[in-house]
């Protein structure tokens, strides 16, 4: 006797599984200063006036490799001065450093090696974002990229699972 599927718990069952699958992140990365990257004698103050930052979005410092660093200071004072003595954050190796903006309010990074004066420093005002739940984690890329994955998967299972009830042939 063949087994009668009953479509619309099928169907009931394939949108639970869809809709438990992880949202990919629309989480944002930023290369400061865009094509001049992280550099001396360029003006970085109205490169953030044409972007909005949220919590979880990137920035992407790239420099020329041993020249300079990325130093995250505490406040306006700092920044002002031009004063690294007290960093949050300090960042020099390799041809650059992808900082997560994590928290909600006002960002300030230098170079300390003293091109702050010509310039190398930026202030970005990072929003709550607008996509993602209160408390969530922020994903990394990595695990965008892997939720992209398993949604795929799921969707995959739950349609061969379909067919399978529905004795319809079914390739992934
Ligand atoms: C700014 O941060 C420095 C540490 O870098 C701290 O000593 C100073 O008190 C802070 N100033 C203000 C106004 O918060
Ligand atoms: C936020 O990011 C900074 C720098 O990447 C890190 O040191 C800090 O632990 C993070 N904070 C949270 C709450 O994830
Ligand atoms: C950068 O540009 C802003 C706005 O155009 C200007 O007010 C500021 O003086 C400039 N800063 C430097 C260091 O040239």
Not at 17 to 32: D, R, T
Not at 69 to 83: F, R
Not at 129 to 137: E, G, K, Y
Request: contains cysteine; aromatic residues 14%.
């Amino acid at each position: 006797m063949a087994v009668t599927p009953n479509l619309p718990l099928l169907l009931l069952a394939t949108f639970l599984l869809l809709a438990a699958a992880p949202l990919p992140s629309a989480a944002e990365k930023f290369v400061v200063g865009d094509k001049k990257n992280w550099a001396p004698n360029v003006n970085y103050t109205t490169w953030p006036d044409q972007y909005h930052f949220h919590v979880g979005d990137w920035l992407q410092f790239n420099y020329a490799k041993g020249m300079y660093d990325v130093v995250q200071v505490a406040n306006q004072t700092a920044y002002d001065k031009c004063d690294p003595s007290n960093p949050l954050v300090s960042y020099d190796r390799g041809r650059g450093f992808v900082f997560q903006l994590n928290y909600t309010g006002r960002y300030y990074f230098i170079c300390s090696r003293g091109y702050c004066w010509s310039g190398m420093k930026v202030t970005v005002l990072v929003e709550d974002s607008p996509a993602q739940p209160p408390h969530a984690a922020a994903p990394s890329p990595n695990a965008a990229a892997r939720h992209g994955v398993v949604s795929w998967a799921v969707a995959a299972a739950a349609a061969s699972l379909c067919a399978a009830v529905l004795g319809l042939p079914f390739a992934v």
